[in-house]
T-cell receptor
């Protein structure tokens, strides 16, 4: 079945550091790929998405590129802030009508001032 | 625009008891999802509705879990009887038309089974 693997946390960085959170997937067909974020005390919310190969999703300074050849969708940000501290989930939908998300386990990101 | 509403926010029950969760999606959203999130893991899809019909319930433990979406609006998820391993956060999400459309999540119901 479909699956998502993302790097284990917690990931601890200093403010203004460069961020990469790795995500790889296994899926049949052509999935759509997502990054969701859960800030402390808040619900899950969409951060960015990409629906086909070579698409780049971006939002709030975060970027991720859909790489079909490496089945990856790594999340990057050039300069993180304390307010980026959260749990980040990589996810996919297989499409074809059944559109439930398949999530990775999540990566807890901690940004220190 | 009001978000996805869920109730109750917290529930504590004894094993073998029954429990029900309620979800009201964003107005006009045709697709509704229930997910189970066990501590330290990502959410897992339990069931997907399109209007009031079931699209995918392949991961729903049907011997103890049931869900309905009468009239294609709000939805109820029930567990009967509950087991210790059902302790989790139950998330409801909705989207306007499934597929690649954004899913909007509610705050969740945290269930503890003792």
């Amino acid at each position: 079945g479909d699956s998502v693997t993302q790097m284990e946390g917690p990931v601890t960085l200093s403010e203004e550091a460069f961020l990469t959170i790795n995500c790889t997937y296994t899926a049949t067909g052509y999935p759509s790929l997502f990054w969701y974020v859960q800030y402390p005390g808040e619900g899950l919310q969409l951060l960015l998405k990409a629906t086909k190969a070579d698409d780049k999703g971006s939002n709030k300074g975060f970027e991720a590129t859909y790489r079909k050849e490496t089945t990856s969708f790594h999340l990057e940000k050039g300069s993180v802030q304390v307010s980026d501290s959260a749990v980040y989930f990589c996810a996919l939908t297989a499409g074809g009508g059944a559109d439930g998300l398949t999530f990775g386990k999540g990566t807890h990101l901690i940004i220190q001032p | 625009e009001a978000g996805v509403a869920q109730s109750p926010r917290y529930k504590i029950i004894e094993k073998r008891q029954s429990v029900a969760f309620w979800c009201n999606p964003i107005s006009g959203h045709a697709t509704l999802y229930w997910y189970q999130q066990i501590l330290g893991q990502g959410p897992k899809l339990l069931i997907q509705f399109q209007n009031n019909g079931v699209v995918d319930d392949s991961q729903l433990p049907k011997d103890r879990f049931s869900a309905e979406r009468l009239k294609g609006v709000d939805s109820t998820l029930k567990i009967q009887p509950a087991k210790l391993e059902d302790s989790a956060v139950y998330l409801c999400a909705s989207s306007s038309d499934g597929s690649t459309d954004t899913q909007y999540f509610g705050p969740g119901t945290r269930l503890t089974v003792l």
